[in-house]
T-cell receptor, first 114, second 114 residues
Framework: AQSVTQLDSHVSVSEGTPVLLRCNYS??????LFWYVQHPNKGLQLLLK??????LVKGINGFEAEFKKSETSFHLTKPSAHMSDAAEYFC????????????FGSGTRLQVQP | DGGITQSPKYLFRKEGQNVTLSCEQN?????MYWYRQDPGQGLRLIYY???????QKGDIAEGYSVSREKKESFPLTVTSAQKNPTAFYLC?????????????FGSGTRLTVV
């Protein structure tokens, strides 16, 4: 069975400071991992994905994530937060057996203070 | 442009009524999914379909029903048996049955029981 744990339900940063959103996963296989972003009352947008290629993955809007197998982590970072980054972020793991769909973490709400 | 269209954006249901949420995609994706989103709980899988005329229950299928008569369409019916239907419902699709390459999401339907 697979699972995802997002370690912080809320993160608050000041504009221009770094962002770190933490995610740990559990999977019996070499997983595919994703980060999605959701703005209020909107659908989810894919930020980036890891599918067993380079362990440092670059996504849209300046975000990146590093896959660390030894730590079973896939933390999302951005060097400098922008007000428009305020949203809900979901860490997601793929079930490679094909029998199921993606498994979502519970989400981290990012607030960006001016 | 290709994408997923969910309608309506807002839906109100009286106690004891069945309602149907529409999901249409023009991405030529084989797999489609329905998720329910509640505050602080992330996304939970209701039903998924990896091919036309076939679908599987997810984690919280009770009180819901689906059909997949066409590749493009995957409507969700919320029946009167669903005791707490007020939530945000998201439809997604993927061109890979494992979800290995991520999903495309619709913009969601917010259902409220009145």
């Amino acid at each position: 069975a697979q699972s995802v744990t997002q370690l912080d339900s809320h993160v608050s940063v000041s504009e221009g400071t770094p962002v770190l959103l933490r995610c740990n996963y559990s999977s019996s296989y070499s997983p595919s991992l994703f980060w999605y972003v959701q703005h209020p009352n909107k659908g989810l947008q894919l930020l980036l994905k890891y599918t067993s290629a380079a362990t440092l993955v670059k996504g849209i809007n300046g975000f990146e994530a590093e896959f660390k197998k030894s730590e079973t982590s896939f933390h999302l970072t951005k060097p400098s937060a922008h007000m428009s980054d305020a949203a809900e972020y979901f860490c997601v793991v793929s079930d490679l057996t094909g029998r199921r769909a993606l498994t979502f973490g519970s989400g981290t709400r990012l607030q960006v203070q001016p | 442009d290709g994408g997923i269209t969910q309608s309506p954006k807002y839906l109100f249901r009286k106690e004891g009524q069945n309602v149907t949420l529409s999901c249409e995609q023009n991405l030529n994706h084989d797999a489609m999914y329905w998720y329910r989103q509640d505050p602080g709980q992330g996304l939970r899988l209701i039903y998924y379909s990896q091919i036309v005329n076939d679908f599987q229950k997810g984690d919280i299928a009770e009180g819901y029903s689906v059909s997949r008569e066409k590749k493009e369409s995957f409507p969700l019916t919320v029946t009167s048996a669903q005791k707490n239907p007020t939530a945000f419902y998201l439809c997604a699709s993927s061109d890979d049955a494992t979800g290995n390459y991520g999903y495309t999401f619709g913009s969601g339907t917010r259902l409220t029981v009145v």
